[in-house]
Structure formats: C-alpha cells, structure tokens
C-alpha cells in the first residue's frame, strides 16, 4: 500500500484561495489514480476528483468544478488540489486517496484503498 499524508489545510476567507499537497511513499506513485474527498461536519463523505496516473485526465466534482483544480507531479511523488473562490460550505477535513483500478472504474471511496490523514480546511465568511 501507498502511505500519503496530506498538507496545506488552514483557515482561509471566503473568495480566498488554498493549496493542498498529499505526498506519497512505500510504492510507485505513478501506478496510482490519485482521488480528493472531504467531509464536511455531520456530512458525508464526498468525491471532490480524481486524475488520472499520467496527470493527463482529470475529473471534478460539480460542487467544485471551476474552482478547484488537480495536479500530480510524478517525479516528486506528490498531488495537489488548488482551491480558488473559496465558499464557506468548502469547509471539510480534505482526504487524499489512491487506487490500483483503472481510471473509469474509479468512482467511489469504495474504489480507493489508500488514505491520508486528512487536513482541515475552514473557509470563513
């Protein structure tokens, strides 16, 4: 399994931007479609996007489209979701996750098989 710690939560104002990162160790990054979820209090947990293992393909979610956007760099190891027009209901604990499935099978948390820890995110209005 990958091990992937995420980074970059805070507390930012509404129309404010924020940048997560989630490094990953243990296994080739590469192999993985990289995936952001979050979980708003008393909420459940919900699919922000994935991106493919090339970095070529990206999917977001409706609530975020045109405003959050997915990278990974694979020499480094890392995946990033930058945060732009932040909104208050964007507050969550933020998760990073990767799959070993293939790009369109990957649909799900129940499709991931690695987590991070999570990083808060509060968006202040």
């Known amino acids: 399994q990958v091990q992937l710690v995420e980074s970059g939560g805070g507390l930012v104002q509404a129309g404010g931007s924020l940048r997560l990162s989630c490094a990953a160790s243990?296994?080739?990054?590469?192999?993985?479609?990289m995936g952001w979820f979050r979980q708003a209090p008393g909420k459940e947990l919900e699919f922000v996007g994935k991106?493919?293992?090339?970095?070529?393909?990206?999917y977001t979610a409706d609530s975020v489209e045109g405003r959050f956007t997915f990278s990974r760099d694979n020499a480094e190891n890392t995946f990033s979701l930058q945060m732009n027009s932040l909104k208050s209901e964007d507050t969550a604990v933020y998760y990073c996750?990767?799959?070993?499935?293939?790009?369109?099978?990957?649909?799900?948390?129940?499709?991931?098989?690695?987590w991070g820890q999570g990083t808060q995110v509060t968006v202040s209005s």
């Open positions: 996750a990767a799959s070993s499935r293939a790009y369109m099978e990957v649909r799900t948390s129940g499709d991931f098989t690695s």
């Open positions: 243990g296994h080739t990054f590469s192999n993985y479609i």
């Open positions: 991106i493919s293992r090339s970095g070529v393909a990206t």
